[in-house]
T-cell receptor, first 115, second 115 residues
Framework: AQKITQTQPGMFVQEKEAVTLDCTYDTSDQSYGLFWYKQPSSGEMIFLIYQGSYDEQNATEGRYSLNFQKARKSANLVISASQLGDSAMYFCAMREGGTPDKLIFGTGTRLQVFP | DSGVTQTPKHLITATGQRVTLRCSPRSGDLSVYWYQQSLDQGLQFLIQYYNGEERAKGNILERFSAQQFPDLHSELNLSSLELGDSALYFC??????????????FGPGTRLTVL
């Protein structure tokens, strides 16, 4: 069964440092997408980055990059040069091809950036 | 701003009551998804509509129903409310019917409190 595991309930990082948030997934599908979302304390879900199962290069979006290791079934989010505004919950999610068409979310990691 | 709008932002009601949550997808998006975020269950997929038709169903209770109208906005109806229905309800939209690479963009959510 498809599953997303985020083993870090909380992480701390100093401003301007890089941080890695872990995500492992389980699926028997060959076609799938992996997503990271940010949820600040205000509650909205903000899309950060996407990696497709057939993508050979790791995805990057500004300060966000996704360390995709297909054989290990991991899709870790790397945030470079952390900012105070990065403090939030971060969710890893997966979507398989076919139906039902839905996102499966992990339990999230709370990141706190300190000065 | 994702372009997805949800109203109301907050809703407080009593057990046994019925409420309607409204969602307008991003301009041009045909698919609408509903998710529930609660402390004990995390983020769970409820239901998907594509161009007015139900396309996929998740862990949606029989007391809950949804529809998508010709103008593509969607409503989630929750009836016979229980304390456990208190949660943050998200709507998300994508352009297509559901390829695994389609990014789902989330609205700001409706926080429902059942007293």
């Amino acid at each position: 069964a498809q599953k997303i595991t985020q083993t870090q309930p909380g992480m701390f990082v100093q401003e301007k440092e890089a941080v890695t948030l872990d995500c492992t997934y389980d699926t028997s599908d060959q076609s799938y997408g992996l997503f990271w979302y940010k949820q600040p304390s205000s509650g909205e879900m903000i899309f950060l980055i996407y990696q497709g199962s057939y993508d050979e290069q790791n995805a990057t979006e500004g300060r966000y990059s996704l360390n995709f290791q297909k054989a290990r079934k991991s899709a870790n989010l790397v945030i470079s040069a952390s900012q105070l505004g990065d403090s939030a919950m971060y969710f890893c999610a997966m979507r398989e091809g076919g139906t039902p068409d839905k996102l499966i979310f992990g339990t999230g990691t709370r990141l706190q950036v300190f000065p | 701003d994702s372009g997805v709008t949800q109203t109301p932002k907050h809703l407080i009601t009593a057990t046994g009551q019925r409420v309607t949550l409204r969602c307008s997808p991003r301009s041009g998006d045909l698919s609408v998804y509903w998710y529930q975020q609660s402390l004990d269950q995390g983020l769970q997929f409820l239901i998907q509509y594509y161009n007015g038709e139900e396309r996929a169903k998740g862990n949606i209770l029989e007391r809950f129903s949804a529809q998508q109208f010709p103008d593509l906005h969607s409503e989630l109806n929750l009836s016979s409310l229980e304390l456990g229905d208190s949660a943050l309800y998200f709507c998300a939209s994508t352009g297509g019917a559901g390829a695994f690479g389609d990014t789902q963009y989330f609205g700001p959510g409706t926080r429902l409190t059942v007293l």
